[in-house]
């Protein structure tokens, strides 16, 4: 396992640390913009709530005021949202309103959930030590490299991938965090499979929906 980076994968990843250290801040104008445009994506023919709503909740944010649920996510986790919204409008319309399959009375909140999901990428890459110190995060280093939204790109397949063992599981609110822990092993799994060159090629990528 080369565990050394190339200069493209060390700059990369250099800039996604850079990213995963900046706090959401709900005093900062980009950062609220940056909210209005998930909430339009989220809901393109609503008007877009102040900052501070009930309406929120709708969204899966736990109170009225949504710069509160950032804790462990940071920045990045909002980006994240916001690059699958685009990206993949249709899986990310089907998590947002729990369209597929049997769902639990007590089903996890959606933005929270995607918050949680960007806090354990980050962790399971190993993305704050200087160099990779396992096999998934040496090969995401290379797909980095090949692909600067990979982060994000990943942030789409763990996500779907999530809910999809979340329904297998049949679970409820009070078992999520066996669910994203299973989330994470099965994409370790992915990431250590031979012939991996992008983040298209996880198995579980055949889940997203444009």
Not at 65 to 75: L, Q, V
Not at 127 to 138: D, V
Not at 184 to 204: G, N, Y
Request: glycine share 6%; hydrophobic share 40%.
């Amino acid at each position: 396992m080369d565990t050394h980076p190339c200069d493209l994968e060390e700059e990369r990843l250099k800039k996604l640390q850079g990213r995963l250290q900046v706090p959401f801040d709900g005093n900062r104008t980009e950062h609220q913009d940056a909210l209005r445009q998930l909430w339009t994506l989220a809901y393109p023919s609503r008007e877009i709530p102040p900052l501070k709503s009930e309406l929120w909740k709708e969204m899966g944010w736990q109170g009225q005021d949504p710069s509160t649920d950032f804790r462990g996510g940071g920045y990045i986790s909002l980006e994240n949202l916001i690059y699958f919204a685009e990206e993949y409008p249709e899986s990310f319309q089907n998590l947002l309103h729990k369209r597929d399959g049997k769902r639990a009375e007590w089903e996890y909140p959606f933005a929270v959930a995607g918050i949680n999901i960007s806090f354990m990428l980050a962790q399971m890459l190993d993305l704050q030590s200087g160099k990779p110190t396992t096999m998934a995060a040496a090969r995401f280093l290379e797909l980095l490299g090949e692909d600067e939204t990979a982060f994000d790109h990943l942030f789409c397949v763990a996500f779907q991938m999530m809910d999809a063992q979340w329904l297998a599981k049949r679970a409820s609110y009070m078992e999520f965090n066996d669910v994203l822990k299973s989330t994470r092993t099965q994409l370790e799994r992915e990431l250590k499979l031979e012939d991996i060159s992008s983040i298209k090629d996880l198995p579980a990528h055949n889940l997203l929906k444009r």
